[in-house]
């Protein structure tokens, strides 16, 4: 229940993405292959017509997008896991535009007062991609852009944005006509009882089939336009679980070689030690010689066992007196006061450390608890290094195989149409 909870959450949040919104699971995605640019024809000239494609430079991202690409989290794979493998479609440029005029494909839309005629994008061998399959789900941020970015920008953002769409869409195609074309007849069927089955999740969810169709409704989508996003994710989904996954093998040596590339960088731990800390400031007392007979009598009922706590919220000038004098977990070297520092880390677990003295105060320093450092070992992080190899072993696969849809497909591109 909690799993369909979500895919109704995703479904009526149409965003940026929108696509994969009726998810039971991650999708098994295909990542494209690496080539970026143009593509070209045999001959080196450039062309709207392309078999097969050719690596050149990438194009630019703008930073922000580079920050939000940098922090995405990668899924990790195993066989044995009921797990998915999410990837990155963008990453193949769609070919150059050849010279000719736009082509309709459909009635216009309208858009903000405008008609748009709902012009073709990109064949891909036979199957047409229109403005409207692109354009459609990034009207929301579209509107968002316009009203919050320079003229400049905005036209940067939306030709980056539409180009990412505009890739991705392509090699989606390719991989669900591959899919359709060789996933087995019983197979379709459990896709379809699959299917049927998340929709009836949704349909309970939503309270009935009516109520899930006005919501849908609402946020310009419907149920056939769902499912049959859903439908295609799913068939991908199982094509690539029967034809790509089995074929990725790690072997021992081969994750002891990257255990040892790894190692100093991901599982070298340091020592932490979980600081409380009094603080008594001179400037807070006539003269240093009365901060030093309280912070000696703090010291000495903290050593004989008092509440740490109570101590630091009473007498502390400290800013973490509020909590106690709570400084959490630090490593060597972290904290601004290298006496205070040097004093901490040479505390066993649960001890105070005499009086530390400074030019401008006295420190009472606790060793609330202490988490000794080391190198994790090889059997420890096995699996772990294993998810990581297997995922990347994964990904490489699928950037060839893509790659290759690419070389035997017929991808035809009209750029005077974006």
Not at 68 to 89: F, G, H, K, N, W
Not at 113 to 141: C, F, M, S, Y
Not at 177 to 206: C, P, Y
Request: some cysteine.
């Amino acid at each position: 229940m909690k799993a369909t909870v979500g895919l109704l959450a995703a479904l009526l949040g149409l965003g940026l993405g929108g696509c994969n919104l009726w998810r039971d699971e991650p999708a098994l995605v295909p990542r494209m292959a690496r080539t970026g640019g143009e593509f070209r024809t045999a001959s080196g000239a450039a062309d709207g017509e392309v078999s097969p494609a050719r690596p050149v430079a990438p194009i630019a991202r703008p930073a922000e997008e580079q920050r939000a690409a940098s922090t995405q989290v990668r899924s990790l794979t195993r066989p044995d896991r009921t797990a998915a493998y999410e990837a990155r479609l963008e990453e193949v440029s769609p070919p150059v535009a050849a010279d000719r005029p736009p082509v309709p494909a459909g009635p216009a839309v309208e858009s903000g007062g405008a008609h748009l005629v709902d012009a073709i994008l990109a064949e891909v061998n036979g199957e047409v991609i229109t403005r409207e399959d692109i354009l459609g789900p990034l009207r929301p941020q579209i509107k968002k852009w316009r009203e919050e970015l320079s003229p400049e920008e905005f036209k940067a953002r939306c030709r980056y944005v539409v180009d990412l769409k505009l890739r991705r869409a392509i090699s989606e195609r390719l991989v669900v006509q591959e899919a359709k074309r060789l996933l087995s007849e019983q197979q379709k069927e459990q896709v379809e009882a699959t299917l049927g089955q998340i929709l009836k999740d949704l349909a309970a969810e939503a309270g009935s089939m009516l109520l899930l169709e006005e919501r849908l409704k609402l946020k310009g989508t419907t149920v056939e336009e769902g499912m049959a996003k859903e439908r295609e994710r799913l068939l991908v989904q199982r094509f690539l679980r029967e034809h790509v996954a089995p074929t990725i093998h790690i072997t021992h040596s081969e994750l002891l070689d990257y255990y040892n590339e790894v190692r100093d960088q991901h599982y070298v731990k340091p020592t932490r030690v979980r600081m409380r800390l009094i603080a008594i400031h001179k400037a807070e007392f006539p003269d240093a010689a009365q901060a030093r007979a309280l912070a000696g009598a703090v010291c000495q009922r903290a050593a004989a066992g008092e509440d740490f706590a109570k101590l630091a919220e009473r007498y502390s000038h400290g800013i973490m007196a509020k909590k106690g004098g709570d400084w959490d977990y630090l490593t060597e070297g972290s904290f601004r006061v290298k006496a205070v520092d040097d004093a901490l880390f040479a505390l066993e677990r649960g001890r105070v450390r005499p009086l530390v003295e400074t030019d401008d105060a006295f420190y009472i320093v606790k060793a609330e608890d202490r988490q000794e450092g080391g190198t994790a070992p090889f059997t420890e992080v096995q699996d772990e290094l294993e998810d990581e190899l297997r995922d990347r072993r994964y990904n490489e696969a699928i950037s060839r195989y893509i790659q290759k849809l690419y070389d035997r497909a017929y991808v035809h591109i009209n750029r005077e149409n974006l």
